[in-house]
């Protein structure tokens, strides 16, 4: 399995070192006018690209792979994963979120998984007194202390055909392992689909409104149009339901990636096999406040940056161009957009200012038609976004989301600095601070 382990590989530090060495050898001859002129070129026309697939998913309706219903009979054993780790004060309500799902409890093989040294999450899931639908599963202290790697331990385990994810604080709908059970047993083609998530305490500040809108937009929007144009989809971390054979087959989870949802969805599709959506969502919690959101937000670009490096390796490439596409459109513009969003709308602040002031020529005019172009296409996937999320009040983010997005260059600046430094450091999402719980 590629894996994330190394985080470039001979081949790869030898093309970086070629390409530099290229690139400064260009600067040296080519004017540095020219140079910037062709980079912005280059740069516009990507991003332009993506402005006009961001805009087909605002104006195609909603898709959700779809089938009858399947008897209690017809039914496979489902195992439910739940990694855990210092959680204590969300297994209560995760446990009742569990028991609520309308499942045959003999086919229920709901697995709560915690590191062997977190003794108080341990003592506190054994004091819950957890009917048969429940087993505890201690993962031996291991490298690296992370999510997939505690999900592979606990993947042996499994009895289930089916298999999905939760985290501490998810609320899956009711009907959700029901869904997505037809949905799988209705197309061979499918080795996964993908419920939409949902934040529950979207209200609580003007952050979780933002990131809540966000998900919207991902959920509700995007992933969607992927699955309509039959390109390969970045998992979520949760909500995912797999045919357990196709996901043995692919390796099951890379250990040393740090959104290992993500890598995975990209070599399921290496394989052949594609992912779906489902309509019955699970509510989240949305990080709180500016600390926890930076640690989680640089997480995912570090993970995306794993990713992206691994599936461009000589022999992992799969897929072909739709897994190509896919991946630049999802995992490459937004580790390439939280780098330059900040630093671009500064200079060209600077450049407006110069030119007010006689210093320099005024900005050519695409250089402020694409920013206003990309927040005119943010607020208006807004609209549909929290409509299909039945959350109307997110509307009001949609005013803030290009300071929002600021935030994003310095989680991605240590995101960089922990991929050189700590490739495989978990930061762990701080759960419990929200002012609301689901009804």
């Not at 640089?298 to 995306?304: A, C, D, H, L, P």
């Not at 600077?350 to 005119?376: C, E, K, N, S, T």
Request: hydrophobic content about 50%; glycine content about 6%.
């Amino acid at each position: 399995m590629a894996s994330a382990r190394h985080t470039l590989i001979g081949e790869q530090k030898i093309a970086l070192a070629s390409a530099g060495a290229f690139l400064l050898a260009l600067a040296c001859i080519v004017p540095a006018s020219a140079t910037l002129g062709a980079g912005s070129l280059v740069l516009g026309s990507a991003f332009g690209a993506l402005i006009v697939l961001r805009a087909f998913s605002i104006v195609l309706p909603p898709i959700a792979d779809e089938a009858p219903p399947l008897s209690d009979a017809g039914l496979p054993v489902y195992t439910v994963l739940v990694p855990l780790y210092r959680e204590t004060a969300a297994l209560p309500g995760l446990v009742r979120a569990i028991e609520m799902l309308d499942y045959p409890a003999a086919k229920l093989d709901a697995k709560l998984i915690i590191e062997a040294d977190d003794r108080e999450t341990l003592e506190a899931a054994r004091a819950l007194k957890l009917d048969s639908r429940f087993e505890i599963i201690p993962v031996p202290p291991a490298n690296p202390r992370t999510k997939p790697k505690a999900l592979n331990y606990a993947l042996k385990f499994a009895r289930g055909s089916l298999a999905t994810i939760y985290d501490a604080e998810d609320w899956p709908a009711p009907d959700q392992l029901r869904e997505a059970a037809a949905a799988l047993a209705a197309n061979p083609e499918l080795a996964c689909v993908q419920a939409p998530l949902e934040c529950y305490n979207g209200g609580d500040n003007w952050i979780t409104r933002a990131f809540a809108l966000e998900y919207a937009i991902h959920f509700h929007l995007w992933l969607p149009l992927l699955v309509r144009l039959g390109l390969p989809i970045p998992l979520g971390g949760t909500s995912n339901h797999f045919v357990v054979s196709k996901l043995r087959a692919v390796g099951a989870w890379d250990p040393f990636n740090v959104t290992e949802d993500a890598d995975l969805g990209f070599r399921l599709a290496a394989q052949g096999w594609r992912c779906g959506m489902i309509a019955p969502p699970t509510l989240e919690e949305a990080t709180t406040n500016r600390a926890d959101w930076t640690r989680q937000r640089s997480r995912w670009i570090k993970g995306y940056m794993q990713t992206l490096l691994v599936r461009a390796r000589p022999r992992e490439t799969g897929a072909g161009a739709a897994g190509a596409l896919s991946l630049c459109a999802t995992l490459g513009a937004g580790v390439l957009s939280a780098f330059l969003y900040a630093p671009a709308l500064a200079l060209l602040a600077g450049w407006a200012i110069g030119a007010a002031a006689g210093v320099w020529p005024a900005p050519p005019f695409w250089a402020y038609a694409l920013p206003l172009l990309v927040w005119a296409i943010a607020a208006s996937s807004a609209i549909p976004a929290a409509r299909r999320a039945r959350a109307p009040a997110l509307l009001r983010a949609a005013l803030w989301q290009p300071i929002y997005w600021l935030f994003q260059t310095p989680a991605a600046a240590w995101a960089l600095m922990q991929l050189i430094r700590r490739p495989h450091f978990w930061e762990k999402t701080e759960h419990g601070a929200a002012d609301r719980r689901p009804r």
